[in-house]
T-cell receptor
Framework: KAGVTQTPRYLIKTRGQQVTLSCSPI?????VSWYQQTPGQGLQFLFE???????NKGNFPGRFSGRQFSNSRSEMNVSTLELGDSALYLC???????????FGQGTRLTVV | QQQVKQSPQSLIVQKGGISIINCAYE??????FPWYQQFPGKGPALLIA?????SEKKEGRFTISFNKSAKQFSLHIMDSQPGDSATYFC??????????FGKGTRLHILP
Protein backbone atom coordinates (compact mmCIF):
# COMPACT_ATOMS: atom_id res chain seq x y z
CA LYS A 1 0.00 0.00 0.00
CA ALA A 2 1.52 3.31 -1.07
CA GLY A 3 2.24 5.83 1.67
CA VAL A 4 1.44 9.52 1.81
CA THR A 5 2.98 11.30 -1.15
CA GLN A 6 3.94 14.95 -1.03
CA THR A 7 5.13 16.94 -4.00
CA PRO A 8 7.41 18.61 -4.63
CA ARG A 9 10.04 17.46 -2.11
CA TYR A 10 12.02 20.69 -2.33
CA LEU A 11 11.07 24.19 -3.36
CA ILE A 12 12.88 27.52 -3.45
CA LYS A 13 10.76 30.65 -3.79
CA THR A 14 11.32 34.37 -3.56
CA ARG A 15 9.68 36.64 -1.01
CA GLY A 16 6.29 37.84 -2.21
CA GLN A 17 5.64 34.86 -4.45
CA GLN A 18 3.02 32.23 -3.78
CA VAL A 19 3.38 28.47 -3.62
CA THR A 20 1.13 25.42 -3.83
CA LEU A 21 2.04 22.13 -2.19
CA SER A 22 0.33 18.84 -2.91
CA CYS A 23 -0.49 15.83 -0.76
CA SER A 24 -1.88 12.48 -1.90
CA PRO A 25 -3.12 10.51 1.10
CA ILE A 26 -3.05 6.76 1.54
CA UNK A 27 -5.78 5.15 -0.53
CA UNK A 28 -9.03 5.07 1.46
CA UNK A 29 -7.96 7.74 3.92
CA UNK A 30 -10.38 10.65 4.12
CA UNK A 31 -8.71 12.96 6.60
CA VAL A 32 -5.71 15.10 5.66
CA SER A 33 -3.88 17.40 8.05
CA TRP A 34 -1.08 19.84 7.35
CA TYR A 35 1.75 20.81 9.70
CA GLN A 36 4.61 23.26 9.57
CA GLN A 37 7.87 22.03 11.10
CA THR A 38 10.66 24.41 12.06
CA PRO A 39 13.64 23.88 14.40
CA GLY A 40 12.43 26.52 16.83
CA GLN A 41 8.68 25.85 16.92
CA GLY A 42 8.51 22.12 16.29
CA LEU A 43 5.40 20.76 14.59
CA GLN A 44 2.61 23.30 14.34
CA PHE A 45 -0.85 22.43 13.09
CA LEU A 46 -2.05 24.32 10.04
CA PHE A 47 -5.41 22.78 9.14
CA GLU A 48 -7.34 19.57 8.71
CA UNK A 49 -9.64 18.54 5.89
CA UNK A 50 -12.17 15.75 5.99
CA UNK A 51 -14.58 14.98 3.16
CA UNK A 52 -13.56 18.16 1.32
CA UNK A 53 -14.39 20.38 4.31
CA UNK A 54 -11.98 22.20 6.56
CA UNK A 55 -12.67 20.82 10.04
CA ASN A 56 -9.94 22.46 12.05
CA LYS A 57 -7.60 25.39 11.66
CA GLY A 58 -4.44 26.36 13.50
CA ASN A 59 -3.18 29.83 14.38
CA PHE A 60 -1.71 30.83 11.05
CA PRO A 61 -2.43 33.97 9.03
CA GLY A 62 -4.89 33.93 6.16
CA ARG A 63 -2.00 33.71 3.71
CA PHE A 64 -2.07 29.99 4.44
CA SER A 65 -4.99 28.20 2.85
CA GLY A 66 -5.86 24.74 1.69
CA ARG A 67 -8.43 22.58 0.03
CA GLN A 68 -9.31 18.96 -0.42
CA PHE A 69 -10.63 17.33 -3.54
CA SER A 70 -13.23 14.59 -3.92
CA ASN A 71 -10.48 11.95 -4.21
CA SER A 72 -9.11 13.16 -0.81
CA ARG A 73 -6.01 14.68 -2.37
CA SER A 74 -5.18 17.98 -0.73
CA GLU A 75 -3.31 21.12 -1.59
CA MET A 76 -2.09 23.94 0.56
CA ASN A 77 -1.28 27.38 -0.72
CA VAL A 78 0.83 30.11 0.81
CA SER A 79 0.54 33.55 -0.73
CA THR A 80 2.88 36.53 -0.36
CA LEU A 81 5.70 34.39 0.97
CA GLU A 82 7.85 35.67 3.81
CA LEU A 83 11.31 34.55 4.87
CA GLY A 84 9.78 33.08 8.04
CA ASP A 85 7.68 30.69 5.97
CA SER A 86 10.81 28.65 5.27
CA ALA A 87 10.05 25.28 6.83
CA LEU A 88 9.29 21.64 6.26
CA TYR A 89 5.60 21.27 5.45
CA LEU A 90 4.19 17.90 6.40
CA CYS A 91 0.96 16.29 5.40
CA UNK A 92 -0.62 13.47 7.41
CA UNK A 93 -3.50 11.26 6.38
CA UNK A 94 -5.78 9.07 8.44
CA UNK A 95 -8.73 6.85 7.69
CA UNK A 96 -11.02 8.87 9.91
CA UNK A 97 -10.58 11.88 12.13
CA UNK A 98 -8.34 11.26 15.15
CA UNK A 99 -7.32 7.78 14.06
CA UNK A 100 -3.69 6.88 13.46
CA UNK A 101 -2.05 9.54 11.31
CA UNK A 102 0.54 8.65 8.68
CA PHE A 103 2.93 11.38 7.60
CA GLY A 104 4.49 12.03 4.24
CA GLN A 105 8.15 12.95 3.84
CA GLY A 106 7.30 16.61 3.60
CA THR A 107 8.06 19.49 1.27
CA ARG A 108 11.09 21.56 2.22
CA LEU A 109 10.25 25.17 1.33
CA THR A 110 12.99 27.77 1.31
CA VAL A 111 12.05 31.42 0.86
CA VAL A 112 14.88 33.71 -0.24
CA GLN B 1 -3.49 25.08 28.32
CA GLN B 2 -3.25 23.48 24.91
CA GLN B 3 0.50 22.94 25.20
CA VAL B 4 2.43 19.74 25.65
CA LYS B 5 5.81 20.36 27.30
CA GLN B 6 8.54 17.90 26.41
CA SER B 7 11.93 17.36 28.00
CA PRO B 8 14.82 17.04 27.55
CA GLN B 9 15.51 18.80 24.24
CA SER B 10 18.38 16.43 23.57
CA LEU B 11 19.57 13.19 25.11
CA ILE B 12 22.67 11.07 24.75
CA VAL B 13 22.51 7.46 25.95
CA GLN B 14 24.99 4.61 25.78
CA LYS B 15 24.06 1.59 23.71
CA GLY B 16 22.13 -0.84 25.87
CA GLY B 17 20.98 1.87 28.26
CA ILE B 18 17.48 3.19 28.97
CA SER B 19 16.33 6.36 27.21
CA ILE B 20 13.64 8.34 29.02
CA ILE B 21 11.70 11.25 27.55
CA ASN B 22 9.10 13.10 29.57
CA CYS B 23 6.03 15.13 28.67
CA ALA B 24 3.58 17.17 30.71
CA TYR B 25 0.21 18.67 29.86
CA GLU B 26 -2.38 20.92 31.47
CA UNK B 27 -5.62 20.14 29.70
CA UNK B 28 -7.27 17.20 31.44
CA UNK B 29 -9.62 16.78 28.46
CA UNK B 30 -6.81 15.27 26.35
CA UNK B 31 -7.79 11.67 25.65
CA UNK B 32 -5.15 10.39 23.24
CA PHE B 33 -1.37 10.51 23.74
CA PRO B 34 0.76 9.29 20.81
CA TRP B 35 4.52 9.27 20.46
CA TYR B 36 6.13 9.83 17.08
CA GLN B 37 9.63 9.00 15.86
CA GLN B 38 11.27 11.01 13.11
CA PHE B 39 14.46 10.21 11.23
CA PRO B 40 16.29 12.89 9.24
CA GLY B 41 14.67 13.51 5.88
CA LYS B 42 11.54 11.57 6.83
CA GLY B 43 8.15 12.47 8.20
CA PRO B 44 7.21 11.48 11.77
CA ALA B 45 5.97 7.92 12.22
CA LEU B 46 3.65 6.73 14.97
CA LEU B 47 5.61 4.69 17.49
CA ILE B 48 3.16 3.93 20.26
CA ALA B 49 0.06 5.56 21.74
CA UNK B 50 -1.91 5.43 24.97
CA UNK B 51 -5.29 6.54 26.27
CA UNK B 52 -5.74 7.86 29.84
CA UNK B 53 -7.57 4.79 31.13
CA UNK B 54 -4.30 2.83 30.98
CA SER B 55 -1.23 3.53 33.14
CA GLU B 56 1.31 1.72 31.00
CA LYS B 57 1.62 0.30 27.50
CA LYS B 58 4.51 -1.73 26.19
CA GLU B 59 5.44 -2.57 22.62
CA GLY B 60 8.74 -4.36 22.30
CA ARG B 61 11.48 -2.18 23.76
CA PHE B 62 9.19 0.88 23.91
CA THR B 63 7.00 1.63 26.94
CA ILE B 64 4.69 4.55 27.66
CA SER B 65 4.07 5.30 31.34
CA PHE B 66 1.07 7.51 32.04
CA ASN B 67 0.41 9.36 35.30
CA LYS B 68 -3.04 10.91 35.08
CA SER B 69 -2.95 12.66 38.45
CA ALA B 70 0.41 14.31 37.69
CA LYS B 71 -0.64 15.03 34.09
CA GLN B 72 2.58 13.52 32.85
CA PHE B 73 3.54 10.74 30.49
CA SER B 74 6.87 9.38 29.43
CA LEU B 75 8.52 7.17 26.84
CA HIS B 76 11.06 4.60 27.94
CA ILE B 77 13.29 2.90 25.38
CA MET B 78 14.90 -0.17 26.88
CA ASP B 79 18.20 -1.60 25.57
CA SER B 80 18.66 1.52 23.42
CA GLN B 81 20.33 0.88 20.05
CA PRO B 82 22.14 3.20 17.62
CA GLY B 83 19.23 2.70 15.22
CA ASP B 84 16.97 4.38 17.77
CA SER B 85 18.82 7.67 17.21
CA ALA B 86 16.09 10.00 16.00
CA THR B 87 13.88 12.86 17.12
CA TYR B 88 10.94 11.83 19.30
CA PHE B 89 7.74 13.82 19.68
CA CYS B 90 5.07 13.36 22.30
CA UNK B 91 1.62 14.58 21.41
CA UNK B 92 -1.92 14.87 22.73
CA UNK B 93 -5.38 15.40 21.32
CA UNK B 94 -9.03 15.61 22.34
CA UNK B 95 -11.63 13.67 20.38
CA UNK B 96 -11.59 14.82 16.76
CA UNK B 97 -9.53 17.89 17.50
CA UNK B 98 -6.05 18.53 16.17
CA UNK B 99 -2.98 16.72 17.51
CA UNK B 100 -0.77 19.02 19.61
CA PHE B 101 2.91 18.11 19.51
CA GLY B 102 5.71 18.66 21.99
CA LYS B 103 8.82 20.40 20.67
CA GLY B 104 10.73 17.16 20.29
CA THR B 105 13.71 15.38 21.82
CA ARG B 106 16.76 14.63 19.75
CA LEU B 107 18.06 11.24 20.93
CA HIS B 108 21.55 10.02 20.16
CA ILE B 109 22.62 6.51 21.11
CA LEU B 110 26.37 6.06 21.41
CA PRO B 111 27.64 2.84 19.81
Amino acid sequence: KAGVTQTPRYLIKTRGQQVTLSCSPISGHRSVSWYQQTPGQGLQFLFEYFSETQRNKGNFPGRFSGRQFSNSRSEMNVSTLELGDSALYLCASSFYRNTEAFFGQGTRLTVV
Amino acid sequence: QQQVKQSPQSLIVQKGGISIINCAYENTAFDYFPWYQQFPGKGPALLIAIRPDVSEKKEGRFTISFNKSAKQFSLHIMDSQPGDSATYFCAASIGDDKIIFGKGTRLHILP
